[in-house]
Structures are given as C-alpha cells and as structure tokens.
C-alpha cells in the first residue's frame, strides 16, 4: 500500500531543493555579469548594488510573492543562466588584463585566503536564504507550507539550522590541520552561548511568542550551535582528525542518536510531559543537539574531500557519488523514520547533507568550467563580493538579522501588513544587513563573535 503520508513529505522536500537551486543560477548570473561589465577596479557600493538586485531581490520574491513558481523560476533562470554565459564570453575573455591594485577574485587576494571560492558562495547562500526567511516568515507573504513543521516533515524553515552547520563543518580548523583545546573552543563559542541567554532574556521580558516545540522553552539556535560545537570538540579530542575518522565519528554518532530515539526518546520528546524542569522545559532542543553533532562530522568529512583531494576529477567524482549515495540512503530512511527536524532524526540528517552537499557540487562543477571556458582568468570573478563579506562575518550577518526581526516585531503588528508594504520592509531589512557586512569586508573588519 502506498504510503501517502511519505510521498507528501517526498514532495515538500523536493519543493525546498526547487527554492534553494535557484541561488545558483543567480550566483552564475551575478558573477557574470559583474566580469562582464565592471571594467573600474571595483567600488563596494557599486558591486553592491548590482549584487543586491541579481542576487537578494529575486530570492526575496521566489520565496514570497512568487512562491508558487519554483518549476517555472528554475526553468527561466537555467536558462538565462545559459544565455548569459555564452553573450558574454567573448567580452569577458577579450578584456584586458588587470593592473595591480585593481580588483582580484583569486582566493590568495582575499581576506579569507584559506576559504574555496565554491564553498564561500555555498557557505553565503545558506546564511542568505536563512535570513531572508527569518523575517519574512512573520509576514503573511510568506507562505505557510515554508514554515518550520511541528513535529515531522520538512520545509524551507527546516532546514535552515542544519545547513548552517553543514556550512560550519566544511571549514572547520581541523581540515587545516588546526585541533584546539576544549578550553579554546569554550571560550570561542561563550559569545554565541551569551547571545543564546540573551535572546531567551529578551524575549521572555518582551513576551515575544516562541514555539516551545521547536527548542524547548529556554533554548534557541544559538545555543544549539554552541553545545553542538562544545560536543564535537571534545569527540574531537579523542581522534586524530582526517577523512576516515570524522565520517566513522559522524556514523556512529547519528547510528546512537536514531537507536535511542526509537528506543523511548522519540515518545518522550513528543509526550505531554510537564516542562517543569530545565531538561524536560528543553527536551526538543537537547535531544536534536546530539543529530547536529552527527551533521556536523560528516559535513567535516566532506571538508576533507573538498579541501584536501588536489585533483579536481577525483573530486568531482566523489562528491557526484556521494550525493547519489546520500540521497538514495535518506529515501531507504524515510521508509522507517519520517523526517524530524525538531528531533534532528537520521533521515533529517541525510536530507541536509544532500542539500549541502548538491549545492558544493554544482557550485564546484561551475568553478571548474568557469576555468575551462574562459582563457582571460584575470578577468573572472568567482565569488559575488556580497557573498565574500557574508562569508567572513557569517555569525555577525546572522545576528543582526535577528536584532533587525526583533526591533521589526515589536515595533509593528506584521501579520496585518500588507503585501506590498511587507516586502518593502523586507527589502529595506535585507539592504540594511547587506550593507554592514560589505562595508566590514571592504575594510577586512572580521568580529570575532
């Protein structure tokens, strides 16, 4: 008998991958574009225009008013994308070389020397598409099949955590050989920790409604993202980094998570049991924690491959297999574990490190033939500069959008405004947040958060 129930959570996650494909071929469109047509070494307002409206704009609308499009968006963009490629090649490899001084896009020119080009877009394209939404979901223009499902199933609200620790993984210091101490971590992730006290502060004082169901009543993301790194750093400690270890760790990590799930946690988590102390009251939150300690090595595993392997055939090929492996892998799952991200089950895991890693790959691939077709590389621009400054201030980006949602929350009732008036705010909202971090980049301003 067909299991319906599975082929709608089927569809839904099909229905995420169609809203976030399109940030590629915007980043192709963009990048284009901007070695296309920029001839001056570049002025961070001008890229930033260009960018803002190639890049920010159109996300804002595929995931609002034009929700309803993804097939017919993707189709257009892909083949736009095309278009765009093949008018301007020519111009692009015709142009002449750049003086010193000018603008570079090799990576050694950048601040963030030791980060790809490919994973700084992949890394800036998840920060991008989880700070649109964390605001627009307040407004009616953001659709209700994209907010964060109850219990299980999966939306584009859903996968937004577990993607930023996909993006944390790929680049974390043991790829560079770099191992701290579970005192250098501590004091790393205090700040995030702090903010983690501070929002729940803030909120319960402001009355702020928070879903108890999706952290529990005193936890939140950050303080997801701090315990996630303070466990990983002390499995960490037990191992010698390197490709083999990282993906046994992550293994077995996600093995013991979905075992002891189905073993009593799952019906604990979801049961009616009074939240009257700090266990119970973050029941969904410390439970969920253990899965993104799983999503966390297994992405540190992928780090390996992309930052590790030289050849680029060899990686194409084994990040290719291995995005079949996992997608086939979380379709077997689904069949015996719905997907949950409020418990960061096993088949949640595998569903966000198909997105990531998918999203690494095209981007990879497009890297490659960006040095295939064009014979000017001085010409080339790999990364989009919004991209490089949301890049090197990630966890800034991230919170200033959640101080902005919190002032824009308590300053207006924003389930009555209007459509037009709610995009509007959510333009001015992701221009505000654009414009510091490009600023910070521009003057290699790097907050250590």
Not at 53 to 68: G, M, S
Not at 135 to 141: E, K, N, R, S, Y
Not at 198 to 222: A, D, I, Q, S
Request: include cysteine; charged fraction near 10%.
């Amino acid at each position: 008998m067909v299991d319906l129930r599975s082929i709608e959570h089927l569809f839904h996650a099909l229905e995420v991958l169609g809203q976030v494909i399109p940030s590629f071929f915007l980043t192709v469109i963009c990048t284009t574009l901007s070695a296309a047509l920029i001839t001056q070494p570049h002025k961070t307002i001008k890229f930033l225009c260009m960018e803002f409206v190639l890049l920010v704009v159109p996300i804002v609308l595929f995931n609002t008013v034009l929700n309803k499009y993804p097939g017919t968006i993707n189709i257009i963009l892909l083949v736009v994308m095309v278009i765009t490629i093949f008018l301007f090649q020519n111009q692009i490899n015709q142009k002449p070389h750049r003086e010193a001084g000018d603008y570079k896009t090799k990576t050694s020119d950048k601040p963030s020397t030791k980060i790809l080009n490919f994973v700084t877009n992949s890394r800036s394209i998840i920060n991008l598409i989880a700070v649109v939404a964390i605001l627009a979901v307040d407004f009616t223009i953001f659709p209700t099949r994209f907010h964060k499902t109850a219990r299980y199933g999966v939306s584009l609200m859903d996968v937004g955590v577990g993607l930023y620790m996909y993006g944390n993984g790929i680049v974390a210091c043991e790829i560079r050989g770099v191992q701290h101490s579970i005192r250098k971590t501590f004091v790393n992730v205090l700040p995030i920790l702090v903010i983690g006290v501070l929002r729940f502060v803030t909120t319960y004082l402001t009355h702020y409604h928070v879903n108890p169901h999706e952290y529990g009543v005193h936890w939140n993301f950050f303080i997801t993202l701090a315990v996630a790194k303070l466990l990983s750093a002390v499995l960490m400690t037990l191992i010698t980094p390197s490709f083999k270890t990282c993906l046994g760790i992550g293994v077995a990590v996600i093995a013991m998570h979905q075992t002891q799930l189905s073993l009593g946690i799952e019906e604990w988590v979801w049961s009616d049991v009074g939240r009257d102390n700090l266990i119970t009251a973050n029941r969904e939150g410390i439970i969920s924690t253990f899965g993104y300690v799983g999503i966390y090595f297994l992405s540190v595993a992928v780090g390996f491959i992309i930052h590790k392997i030289k050849q680029k055939m060899i990686v194409f090929w084994i990040l290719l297999t291995l995005n079949i492996a996992i997608a086939l892998s979380a379709i077997i799952l689904h069949e015996l574990f719905n997907i949950s991200r409020c418990l960061a089950n096993s088949t949640y895991i595998l569903w966000i490190l198909f997105i990531g890693c998918l999203m690494s790959f095209l981007l990879f691939c497009y890297e490659c033939f960006l040095n295939v077709i064009y014979t000017n590389h001085d010409a080339v621009v790999y990364c989009p500069q919004l991209f490089e400054g949301i890049n090197y201030n990630g966890l800034t980006y991230f919170l200033v959008a959640n101080l902005l949602t919190g002032g824009i929350n308590l300053s207006m009732k924003t389930s009555s405004v209007s459509a037009e008036l709610a995009l509007v705010i959510i333009l001015l909202y992701m221009w505000i947040n654009s414009v510091i971090v490009a600023f910070l980049f521009s003057k290699k301003i790097k907050l250590k958060l």
